[in-house]
């Protein structure tokens, strides 16, 4: 950990990595905290669903494969179950003590596949933020953008290669389900041009996380953060 200290009551600065499975969400998060911390930033790295140790027994039951009688408002729930005690339990308290919180997914991803996916609405979704997770929201959300072929071979190729339990219960869902997903997370980036920052996720991964800093650097100058 850093043994930089944060600036005394200055916010921290909340960023969110976006994308479909396979995009290379891992590797560019891996690499933006680790390039923080280089720079001295006291990071905080979460995901969702996870993150606390009740949130990531909740992920075991959202991404089991064998919960395919799992109802879509069920499904909502419990994603936003998770992102509550992850809020409470980490996030918010990471923020107020001047951090950098990086994470993996957050309630975008919630309108887009349950939102948009499952066709349960905006408004809903919007609703549940909002008493789970008040006004939090990221300054800069990074989605990484790439097509629906290769995100799905991506994410096949991982789930076979993966030596713990399957969590394969949303990379599993039909092509037509990801294509919702992905046109409606380049719908949304286009709604908050001024919170996404679209990043082509195609390239090598050095050329995407150079693209990656190149997004986030102004906001650490403009927080005073280096």
């Known amino acids: 950990m850093s043994t930089t200290k944060p600036a005394a009551g200055r916010r921290g600065l909340f960023f969110s990595f976006e994308g479909t ?31 606390t140790p009740i949130g990531r027994q909740i992920r075991k039951v959202l991404l089991d494969p ?17 992102r509550a005690q992850n809020v409470a339990q980490w996030i918010r308290p990471a923020l107020e003590s001047g951090r950098v919180v990086v994470t993996d997914r957050f309630t975008d991803s919630t309108l887009v596949y349950q939102g948009w996916g499952r066709g349960l609405g905006e408004e809903i979704v919007r609703q549940l933020h909002s008493i789970a997770c008040g006004p939090l929201e990221p300054e ?20 076979e290669q993966a030596e713990s339990l399957p969590e394969t219960r949303m990379d599993d869902q ?8 992905r046109q409606a997370y380049q719908l949304l980036a286009a709604r908050e041009p001024h919170r996404f920052a679209v990043i082509d996720a195609r390239p090598h ?17 403009g927080a005073g953060v280096r």
């Open 174 to 181: 039909a092509v037509e389900f990801h294509e919702k997903v």
């Open 66 to 82: 064998a919960n395919v009688e799992m109802d879509p408002v069920a499904e909502l729930l419990l994603y936003f179950a998770c």
């Open 21 to 51: 499975d396979g995009s290379g969400k891992t590797t560019q998060i891996r690499r933006l905290v680790d390039r923080l911390r280089e720079e001295g930033c006291d990071v905080l790295e979460t995901a969702e669903p996870g993150g």
């Open 205 to 221: 991964a050095d050329a995407v996380a150079a693209a990656v800093w190149g997004a986030v650097e102004p906001l650490l100058k």
């Open 140 to 159: 800069l959300t990074i989605y990484l953008d790439i097509d629906l072929e290769t995100s799905l071979r991506r994410a096949r190729d991982r789930n």
